[in-house]
C-alpha cells in the first residue's frame, strides 16, 4: 500500500537534508534518484533504467540518465549546469524511442534544483531541492497517487477504444470469439486501467509484466495472462511460496472478476504489439462512464465506423440527474453543512439511497450518479473536518468515514458484455474517487480486494419483475435511457416484449419502444409515492398520437410531472456524432409543488430552468390535458382533408418533359393533364403533371391509345396487389381511390415541413391543380383562416402536438387542426374584396373591437401574401422553401409575418391571451386553457361507424 503523504513529506525533507551537497553528476547520480525513489517507498530496481542507450537523429547515441518507459525521462546534470540545454538534450532521445514508450513527464535535475515538463498540459514547474517537500505532490503518481481531472471530450477515451478494437479484432481473427473474448477484454480493461491508477504497485507492473516476462512472438503471452488472471483471485495468504516473484506483487482482486476459467488465447508477435500499444496509454485520465459504451462499440464494426455514436455525453447525463435528486441533495448539504450533528444525519441518508437503470447499458448513467454523490460525500468530509477541528491537519485516516459505496446501484441490461463493462465501470469510478479522497486527506485510501459490487443484471427488462432485482420499498430513484426504437420499427422479439407491457392499454400499436419503459415504471411505482423516476426518450412520446395513448394511461394510474426538459438535440463528443431530437421527463405519484420546464431557446444550446404548477404531457405549465384524435374541428372553422390518393404505380403521374413527349404521341391527352401538388412540389416549387381521365368521357378514352395504356396498367397493377380493397378499385381503373378536388379556390397545408422554417408555409390553389395524399386541403377557406394558421400562435400549436417524421413537422387533421382552439371571433366570409371588407365592418358595427380584429387579421394575411408575391415573379421565382428558409427569408416577408402575429395575439387577447408571450411554450399554455374552455360544452365526440370499403368522392366530408 502507499505511503501516507504525511510519511512521504517526512521523507522528502529528510532527503533535501542528505543530498544538500551532492554536486558531482557521475559519481553520484544514480545515488541520488534511487534515494529519490525511496522518498515514495519504491525499492524496486527494475522501475527505471540508468544510463539507456538510445539512438539519437541521424547515426549518434546518447544515454538517458533515467528511464522509465511511458512514464518518466531523467536527465541529470553537475551542479550548476543549463537546465535548458538538459531538457533540449532530453528532447534529442524521443527519435530512438518507441511511440509507446515516450514519457509523460521528463525531469531535468542539478541536485540543487528540479524542473518539472508535463508533455501532456505542457506545464512546467521549477523548485529547488530544500523546498522538496512542498512540491512532493508533483511526483505522486509514484507512489500511486494519480487523481487527475477526467475530462468527457478527452481524445484518450476514443484512443484508448480505437487500440482496444484493433485487440478486439486480432483476437477474433484468431479464432477466440463469444463470451470468452468479451470477459478477456473486461479482464485487460481493469489491469490496463490498474496499472495507472495505483491498484498494481509501482506504476506500470502490467507493463512490465507483458514486456518482461512474455516472449516477443506473443506465443506465451495467453498462458502468462492466464496465471496473472488467477493470481488476481487468489488471496496473498493461500498463494504458493514458489510463486514468481514479479507475479506476487500483484493485489488480491476478488469481485469474481477473475474466478471464471477461460480459454487459453492464442497470441501473435502484432496482438502482443497491440497489448502494449494499449498499455502505453494514461489509463488514469479515461472516463469510466464514457469509455465503457465506447468499448461496447468496439465489438460491433458498424458501430465503430462511427465510435461513440451510442454513448451518452456526460452534460446531458446531468441534465437528468441534477433535477432528480442532486440538486435537492445539494441544496439539503448547504443547510447542514454548519451543523455537525445534521452534518453526520446527512452523510448517513447518502448511505441509504439507492438507485436503479432498467436499462443500463454500460452503466453510464449509473456512475455518472455515483460520481456526482461521492464528489457530495468528499464534501460532507470537507466540511466535517472543519467542524471537528482538524482543519489543517495534514492527514486523515478516512477508512472510516467513507460511507457511500458501489452495491447501492442497480441496474438490469439485456447484453451480457455491457452487463460486465457496467459493473467494471462503477468499480474504477469507485477507484478514481478513492484516489480523490486520497489526494484530499494525504491518506492513501483503496478497497482492494473488492468487498462490494453493484447488482447489474443480464436480463430483459421488460419480461423481470423489477421487484426482484431491487424491491420498491428499498429503491429511491429510477433513472436511465431506454432503447429509442420507433413503433414501425421494432423487430418481432421487441413486439413481443411489449406486447405484455401494454396489455390494457388502447391503440398501444401506436407507442414507441421506450413507452415500455414508462409503463413498467408506473406498475413498479404502484403505491410508492416517494419514488422518483426519470428517463430520456425521444420526444415523439411528446407529441401527435402517442400522447394520447400512453399519457392518457399513466395519468390515470395516478402520475404527475415533476420536471422535463423540452425538446433539445441529444448529441455526444464522438466523431460523426449522432444527434436525435429528446426530452427529459421526471415523474412519480406525488404531486411535488417544485416543478420546472427546462427551456431550450435553441435546441442545440443550454437550457434555462421556469418554474410551473402543472407541467402536462405536452410538457408545457399548463392542465393535463390529452387531445383525442377527432373527426371534426372544435371551432366553426373549415373542415380539412387530405388530397387525391391515386393508387396508380405512377402511371399518372409525369414530369414536365414526360408530359411534353406524352402529348407529342398523343395530342388530344393534353387538355386532360392537370398540375399536381405534394408537400415537396408545394415547398420547392417542383413541377409535376396528372393525368386526370376520371372525367373523360368514354368514346374520346379509347381514342387515345397512349391513355388506354396507362389505364390498362393502372387496372393490372391494383389486381396484382394483396390488398382487397385495392383489388377492388381496379374496376374503375381511371379513378383515384380519394378523390378531393374542390371547384372554389382552396387553402393547401403541407404534410411534412422543415422544423427549421419559423413558420409552416401554407398557400392558395386554384381548382385547375390537384393535390396530392401528401398535403392536406381546406376548400372554403379564407385568407382569415390562412392568417390564424400561418401565425406563431398556431404554429407553437403545432411544434407541440404534432407528431414528427425524422425532426420534421407533420401536420394532422384529427390531432392538430380539429383540436386548435381559434379566437372566439364570427367565421369570415369567403369573399375576400376590400369592399366586401368593408361591407361587413358596417354589418359588425355592433362588435367594433371584435370586427376590427377580424379585418387587422385579415389585412396582415394579405399582407403576407403579397409579401411572398414580390419574390415569386418570372424574374425572381423563389419557392416556399427559399421564402421561409431562416437563412435566407426576406425581411419585408419577415415583417409582414410580425405584423399577422400582433393581429392574431390582439384577437386572442378577447378570449383571455396576454399582451404578448415570452416563448412558445407561454403561447400553448394559453391555447391549452381556451382549449378546456371551448370543449368543455362540446358533445361526446362519435365512434365513427366501420368502413365498407373504399368509396371514391369529389369533396371533402
Given at each position: 500500500m502507499p505511503l501516507s503523504w504525511n510519511e512521504i513529506k517526512s521523507r522528502a525533507m529528510a532527503f533535501s537534508r542528505e543530498w544538500g551537497d551532492a554536486a558531482d553528476e557521475a559519481s553520484q547520480a544514480k545515488p541520488f534518484w534511487i534515494a529519490f525513489f525511496e522518498i515514495f517507498g519504491i525499492t524496486d530496481k527494475r522501475v527505471a533504467t540508468f544510463e539507456l542507450n538510445v539512438r539519437k537523429l541521424g547515426t549518434a547515441h546518447g544515454f538517458v540518465d533515467l528511464f522509465w518507459p511511458g512514464m518518466l525521462l531523467v536527465e541529470h546534470k553537475s551542479r550548476g549546469k543549463d537546465l535548458d540545454l538538459a531538457f533540449q538534450q532530453a528532447l534529442d532521445y524521443f527519435p530512438g524511442l518507441p511511440e509507446r514508450d515516450l514519457p509523460q513527464i521528463i525531469i531535468v535535475c542539478d541536485f540543487a534544483r528540479f524542473r518539472v515538463h508535463r508533455l501532456y498540459t505542457g506545464e512546467t514547474v521549477e523548485f529547488a531541492l530544500k523546498d522538496l517537500h512542498k512540491h512532493i505532490r508533483q511526483f505522486g503518481f509514484i507512489a500511486g497517487y494519480k487523481a487527475q481531472a477526467i475530462k468527457a471530450q478527452d481524445p484518450v477515451n476514443i484512443k484508448a477504444a480505437e487500440r482496444m478494437g484493433r485487440l478486439h479484432d486480432a483476437l477474433k481473427a484468431s479464432g477466440y470469439t463469444g463470451h470468452p473474448l468479451e470477459v478477456l477484454l473486461v479482464r485487460l480493461l481493469f489491469c490496463?486501467?490498474?496499472?495507472?491508477?495505483?491498484?498494481?504497485?509501482?506504476?506500470?507492473?502490467?507493463?512490465?509484466?507483458?514486456?518482461?516476462?512474455?516472449?516477443?512472438?506473443?506465443?506465451?503471452?495467453?498462458?502468462?495472462?492466464?496465471?496473472?488472471?488467477?493470481?488476481?483471485?487468489?488471496?496473498?495468504?493461500?498463494?504458493?511460496?514458489?510463486?514468481?516473484?514479479?507475479?506476487?506483487?500483484?493485489?488480491?482482486?476478488?469481485?469474481?472478476?477473475?474466478?471464471e476459467p477461460l480459454p487459453m488465447a492464442d497470441f501473435t508477435a502484432a496482438m502482443r504489439e497491440a497489448l502494449l500499444d494499449a498499455c502505453a496509454l494514461d489509463w488514469s485520465a479515461i472516463s469510466p462512464a464514457i469509455f465503457g459504451s465506447l468499448f461496447q462499440s468496439i465489438m460491433d464494426e458498424k458501430a465503430r465506423r462511427n465510435l461513440g455514436a451510442h454513448y451518452t455525453s456526460e452534460e446531458n447525463i446531468l441534465k437528468l440527474i441534477q433535477p432528480l435528486f442532486l440538486d435537492e441533495l445539494r441544496a439539503e448539504f448547504q443547510k447542514v453543512k454548519g451543523n455537525r450533528n445534521r452534518l453526520f444525519d446527512f452523510?448517513?441518508?447518502?448511505?441509504?439511497?439507492?438507485?436503479?437503470?432498467?436499462?443500463?447499458?454500460?452503466?453510464?448513467?449509473?456512475?455518472?450518479?455515483?460520481?456526482?454523490?461521492?464528489?457530495?460525500?468528499?464534501?460532507?468530509?470537507?466540511?466535517?473536518?472543519?467542524?471537528?477541528?482538524?482543519?489543517?491537519?495534514?492527514?486523515?485516516?478516512?477508512?472510516?468515514?467513507?460511507?457511500?459505496?458501489?452495491?447501492?446501484?442497480?441496474?438490469?441490461?439485456?447484453?451480457?458484455?455491457?452487463?460486465?463493462?457496467?459493473?467494471?465501470?462503477?468499480?474504477?469510478?469507485?477507484?478514481?474517487?478513492?484516489?480523490?479522497?486520497?489526494?484530499?486527506?494525504?491518506?492513501?485510501?483503496a478497497r482492494i480486494p473488492l468487498k462490494t459490487s453493484p447488482h447489474i443484471v443480464n436480463g430483459n427488462a421488460l419480461r423481470l419483475d423489477w421487484n426482484e432485482v431491487l424491491p420498491v420499498e428499498r429503491c429511491s430513484f429510477v433513472l436511465g435511457n431506454p432503447p429509442f426504437v420507433g413503433a414501425k420499427f421494432m423487430d418481432d422479439a421487441q413486439r413481443d416484449d411489449t406486447r405484455a407491457v401494454f396489455a390494457g392499454i388502447d391503440n398501444a400499436g401506436l407507442l414507441d419502444f421506450v413507452a415500455a419503459w414508462y409503463v413498467k415504471a408506473a406498475h413498479y411505482l404502484h403505491d410508492a409515492n416517494q419514488l422518483r423516476v426519470a428517463f430520456v426518450s425521444t420526444n415523439s412520446i411528446v407529441q401527435g398520437e402517442q400522447v394520447g395513448v400512453l399519457w392518457g394511461w399513466l395519468l390515470a394510474q395516478g402520475i404527475h410531472i415533476h420536471f422535463a426538459h423540452r425538446t433539445f438535440s441529444w448529441s455526444n463528443e464522438a466523431r460523426g456524432k449522432a444527434a436525435v431530437h429528446c426530452v427529459i421527463i421526471g415523474f412519480g405519484l406525488e404531486d411535488r409543488p417544485d416543478k420546472l420546464i427546462y427551456e431550450y431557446d435553441d435546441i442545440r444550446g443550454e437550457p434555462h430552468?421556469?418554474?410551473?404548477?402543472?407541467?402536462?404531457?405536452?410538457?408545457?405549465?399548463?392542465?393535463?390535458?390529452?387531445?383525442?384524435?377527432?373527426?371534426?374541428?372544435?371551432?366553426?372553422?373549415?373542415?380539412?382533408?387530405?388530397?387525391?390518393?391515386?393508387?396508380?404505380?405512377?402511371?399518372?403521374?409525369?414530369?414536365?418533359?414526360?408530359?411534353?413527349?406524352?402529348?407529342?404521341?398523343?395530342?388530344?391527352?393534353?387538355?386532360?393533364?392537370?398540375?399536381?401538388?405534394?408537400?415537396?412540389?408545394?415547398?420547392?416549387?417542383?413541377?409535376?403533371?396528372?393525368?386526370?381521365?376520371?372525367?373523360?368521357?368514354?368514346?374520346?378514352?379509347?381514342?387515345?391509345?397512349?391513355?388506354?395504356?396507362?389505364?390498362?396498367?393502372?387496372?393490372?397493377?391494383?389486381?396484382?396487389?394483396?390488398?382487397?380493397?385495392?383489388?377492388?378499385?381496379?374496376?374503375?381503373?381511371?379513378?383515384?381511390?380519394?378523390?378531393?378536388?374542390?371547384?372554389?379556390?382552396?387553402?393547401?397545408?403541407?404534410?411534412?415541413?422543415?422544423?427549421?422554417?419559423?413558420?409552416?408555409?401554407?398557400?392558395?390553389?386554384?381548382?385547375?391543380?390537384?393535390?396530392?395524399?401528401?398535403?392536406?386541403?381546406?376548400?372554403?377557406?379564407?385568407?382569415?383562416?390562412?392568417?390564424?394558421?400561418?401565425?406563431?400562435?398556431?404554429?407553437?400549436?403545432?411544434?407541440?402536438?404534432?407528431g414528427r417524421l425524422k425532426s420534421d413537422y407533420r401536420y394532422s387533421k384529427d390531432i392538430v387542426y380539429n383540436n386548435f382552439p381559434w379566437p372566439d371571433l364570427p367565421a369570415a366570409p369567403p369573399d375576400l374584396s376590400q369592399s366586401s371588407r368593408d361591407e361587413k365592418y358596417e354589418q359588425n358595427t355592433a362588435h367594433p373591437s371584435v370586427s376590427r380584429s377580424l379585418l387587422a387579421i385579415e389585412i396582415a394575411a394579405q399582407g403576407v401574401l403579397d409579401a411572398r408575391a414580390k419574390f415569386q415573379t418570372v424574374e425572381h421565382p423563389a419557392s416556399l422553401a427559399d421564402l421561409y428558409d431562416p437563412l435566407t427569408m426576406p425581411p419585408e416577408l419577415l415583417k409582414a409575418h410580425q405584423k399577422l402575429d400582433a393581429a392574431v395575439d390582439k384577437a386572442y387577447e378577447a378570449s383571455g391571451g396576454k399582451k404578448s408571450y415570452k416563448s412558445d411554450a407561454e403561447r400553448v399554455a394559453f391555447l391549452f386553457e381556451l382549449y378546456q374552455r371551448q370543449t368543455s360544452l362540446l358533445p361526446a365526440e362519435r365512434p365513427k361507424p366501420k368502413r365498407a370499403g373504399p368509396k371514391p368522392s369529389r369533396s371533402p366530408r
Open positions: 490496463l486501467f490498474a496499472d495507472d491508477t495505483g491498484i498494481f504497485q509501482p506504476a506500470q507492473s502490467f507493463r512490465a509484466f507483458v514486456e518482461e516476462r512474455t516472449a516477443a512472438d506473443g506465443s506465451d503471452l495467453g498462458a502468462r495472462l492466464a496465471q496473472l488472471f488467477q493470481t488476481l483471485n487468489t488471496e496473498e495468504p493461500r498463494r504458493s511460496p514458489a510463486l514468481d516473484a514479479q507475479l506476487a506483487t500483484f493485489p488480491y482482486i476478488n469481485g469474481r472478476l477473475f474466478e452523510h448517513k441518508k447518502l448511505r441509504t439511497l439507492t438507485f436503479f437503470d432498467p436499462a443500463c447499458g454500460c452503466g453510464n448513467f449509473l456512475v455518472i450518479s455515483y460520481r456526482e454523490l461521492r464528489e457530495l460525500e468528499l464534501d460532507v468530509l470537507r466540511a466535517s473536518h472543519v467542524l471537528s477541528g482538524a482543519a489543517g491537519q495534514q492527514s486523515v485516516d478516512v477508512h472510516q468515514l467513507i460511507g457511500l459505496n458501489v452495491d447501492q446501484f442497480h441496474g438490469i441490461e439485456i447484453e451480457e458484455f455491457p452487463a460486465q463493462i457496467a459493473q467494471v465501470a462503477l468499480w474504477l469510478m469507485d477507484h478514481q474517487m478513492n484516489l480523490r479522497v486520497s489526494e484530499e486527506f494525504g491518506q492513501y485510501f430552468a421556469v418554474a410551473a404548477a402543472n407541467i402536462n404531457p405536452y410538457l408545457v405549465d399548463a392542465p393535463d390535458v390529452v387531445l383525442p384524435r377527432r373527426s371534426s374541428p372544435i371551432c366553426k372553422v373549415p373542415e380539412i382533408g387530405i388530397g387525391n390518393k391515386p393508387i396508380d404505380d405512377g402511371n399518372y403521374l409525369f414530369t414536365p418533359e414526360e408530359r411534353d413527349a406524352f402529348i407529342a404521341r398523343e395530342p388530344a391527352s393534353e387538355k386532360w393533364f392537370r398540375r399536381w401538388l405534394g408537400s415537396v412540389e408545394f415547398l420547392n416549387g417542383y413541377e409535376r403533371w396528372c393525368l386526370w381521365l376520371g372525367d373523360c368521357p368514354p368514346a374520346e378514352l379509347r381514342a387515345m391509345p397512349e391513355a388506354m395504356k396507362r389505364v390498362q396498367a393502372v387496372k393490372a397493377s391494383r389486381l396484382a396487389s394483396r390488398s382487397p380493397p385495392t383489388q377492388k378499385l381496379a374496376a374503375t381503373p381511371t379513378r383515384f381511390h380519394v378523390e378531393n378536388m374542390p371547384t372554389t379556390p382552396y387553402l393547401v397545408l403541407p404534410e411534412v415541413s422543415s422544423e427549421r422554417r419559423p413558420f409552416i408555409p401554407f398557400g392558395f390553389e386554384q381548382p385547375s391543380t390537384l393535390c396530392s395524399n401528401l398535403v392536406k386541403i381546406a376548400p372554403g377557406a379564407t385568407v382569415f383562416h390562412f392568417g390564424i394558421l400561418s401565425s406563431t400562435m398556431h404554429n407553437a400549436w403545432v411544434r407541440t402536438t404534432c
